[in-house]
T-cell receptor
Framework: KAGVTQTPRYLIKTRGQQVTLSCSPI?????VSWYQQTPGQGLQFLFE???????NKGNFPGRFSGRQFSNSRSEMNVSTLELGDSALYLC??????????????FGPGTRLTVL | AQTVTQSQPEMSVQEAETVTLSCTYD???????LFWYKQPPSRQMILVIR??????QNATENRFSVNFQKAAKSFSLKISDSQLGDAAMYFC????????????FGAGTRLTVKP
């Protein structure tokens, strides 16, 4: 099976712009989670989607949003970019929702740089 | 809120030796899951080992084993016969069994393996 894929891998934006990142989960996986990874804050949970519905949300401002499509692919959007949004954004998929024991399979991430 | 603490930002081990990475967590829950993830340089994060809190027996996966001390809220990872390929960032993570069971990660420990 193909792994989790994320596009684009690298992105450079300027403050005030918006950005959309894409994640394709492993075939058959219905749960997609997003994380922000920075040197200062580490790995922080953004949100989780299952069956096109947001099921969990982390403590991020409303500028961060996401959605999931019927084929389980997910996008996250960040509007009005700030310098502090520069980070590696990781997507992870798993087969089911709510069964915390399930392994999450991570993608390679999208490196976002905000200038 | 659950927090995960990894008190060792960096560790180093000689090839073929054994190393233990520390992790403690704070929770009021009695049932949860604990994970160790490995993130090699510029590569995807992968699951190393996981433990269910209600199981007293420590999990093992080949050269990797954990020392789970529920009362002390400690979950250390032991790597035996260390190999050069073990060099990576290691993250300890906590996930609730119920409710908003997003994954909470520690800050990570960078492991260097010396030949």
């Amino acid at each position: 099976k193909a792994g989790v894929t994320q596009t684009p891998r690298y992105l450079i934006k300027t403050r005030g712009q918006q950005v959309t990142l894409s994640c394709s989960p492993i075939s058959g996986h219905r749960s997609v989670s997003w994380y922000q990874q920075t040197p200062g804050q580490g790995l922080q949970f953004l949100f989780e989607y299952f069956s096109e519905t947001q099921r969990n949300k982390g403590n991020f401002p409303g500028r961060f949003s996401g959605r999931q499509f019927s084929n389980s692919r997910s996008e996250m959007n960040v509007s009005t970019l700030e310098l502090g949004d520069s980070a590696l954004y990781l997507c992870a998929s798993s087969p089911l929702l709510g069964t915390g024991y399930n392994e999450q399979f991570f993608g390679p991430g999208t490196r976002l740089t905000v200038l | 809120a659950q927090t995960v603490t990894q008190s060792q930002p960096e560790m180093s081990v000689q090839e073929a030796e054994t190393v233990t990475l520390s992790c403690t967590y704070d929770t009021s829950e009695s049932d949860y899951y604990l994970f160790w993830y490995k993130q090699p340089p510029s590569r995807q994060m992968i699951l190393v080992i996981r433990q269910e809190a209600y199981k007293q027996q420590n999990a093992t996966e080949n050269r990797f084993s954990v020392n789970f001390q529920k009362a002390a809220k400690s979950f250390s990872l032991k790597i035996s016969d260390s190999q050069l390929g073990d060099a990576a960032m290691y993250f300890c993570a906590y996930r609730s069994r119920e409710g908003n069971n997003d994954m909470r990660f520690g800050a990570g420990t960078r492991l260097t393996v010396k030949p």
